[in-house]
Nanobody, 115 residues
Framework: QVQLVESGGGLVQAGGSLRLSCLAS????????MGWYRQAPGKQRELVAV???????KYADSVKGRFTISRTNAKNTVYLQMNSLKPEDTAVYYC?????????WGQGTQVTVSS
């Protein structure tokens, strides 16, 4: 069983930065695709960024050029560096791990961007 624990959320002013971290348990982290998703009130959960086991990345158009996803396999951790934050980035951010048919989610961390 994999557990994902997010940290790093909080309240920040527009234009500011935050770095989210997600620590994963288990031994398959380095072979897994890791992703960050977010869900704003009244909206569906959406993809923010993903990084493959080989390090390939993909971003939502709304965050390209502002957010960076990265991973440190030795620490079983994936990061999301968020710069130039906007009020519309306010949401609960969730970490996701995919390994073949296995699909795990963290409990989420709140990010609030004030204008």
């Amino acid at each position: 069983q994999v557990q994902l624990v997010e940290s790093g959320g909080g309240l920040v002013q527009a234009g500011g930065s935050l770095r989210l971290s997600c620590l994963a348990s288990g031994s398959n982290f380095r072979f897994s695709t890791m992703g960050w998703y977010r869900q704003a009130p009244g909206k569906q959960r959406e993809l923010v960024a993903v990084i493959s086991s080989a390090g390939s990345t993909k971003y939502a158009d709304s965050v390209k050029g502002r957010f960076t996803i990265s991973r440190t396999n030795a620490k079983n951790t994936v990061y999301l560096q968020m710069n130039s934050l906007k009020p519309e980035d306010t949401a609960v951010y969730y970490c996701n791990l995919k390994y073949y048919a296995d699909d795990y989610w963290g409990q989420g961390t709140q990010v609030t961007v004030s204008s």
